[in-house]
């Protein structure tokens, strides 16, 4: 298929039109904390780890937390 971002842009609908851009492939992480395994309290018999951090503009947190957990 030859798509553009040119394709994305609907003139009679300019609400519904996107000019796109492109995502960093890197992210920057700052202020990141992570707790000890410690008891769950909502959830018997279960382990938590409490995590913090900060993202740059645009930077989803699921991705971080996908690569640190795995999923």
Request: with cysteine; hydrophobic share 35%.
């Amino acid at each position: 298929y030859d798509i553009s971002q040119r394709d994305f842009i609907i003139r009679e609908f300019p609400e519904l039109s996107s000019d796109g851009d492109e995502r960093q492939l890197t992210m920057n992480i700052s202020d990141f904390n992570a707790s000890d395994l410690i008891k769950d309290e909502l959830n018997a018999d279960k382990f938590k780890c409490e995590v913090s951090f900060s993202l740059g503009k645009g930077s989803y947190a699921t991705v971080v937390l996908m690569g640190l957990f795995g999923k």
